[in-house]
């Protein structure tokens, strides 16, 4: 149900990422930053420096994993907006 509402986030920031057509570089950069916070923060919970249950590194890993996925159009899009 949690990974459900956290697709359902993403899937709404991509939607209207529209609105950021002259930042797309910006936007990019921030998808990049949120899988980076998140994969450091899967990589704290594992080496023991934070508490970690099942349900935040799977909430760690999909985060991470959208975030990135979720550039791969948007280059796409940057790449025929500069063009």
Known sequence: MLSMKIMLLILTVL???DRFV???????VC????????????ALQLSGAMHSTTTTLYVAC???????????????ELIVETT
Do not use: D, H, Q, R
Not at 22 to 28: A, L, R, V, W, Y
Not at 62 to 76: M, Q, R
């Open 22 to 28: 002259g930042n797309m570089k910006n936007f990019i």
């Open 31 to 42: 998808c990049y930053s949120v899988a980076a916070l998140s994969f450091l923060w899967f």
């Open 15 to 17: 939607a209207n990422s």
């Open 62 to 76: 999909i985060l991470g994993g959208l975030s990135i996925n979720a550039t791969i159009p948007l280059f796409y």
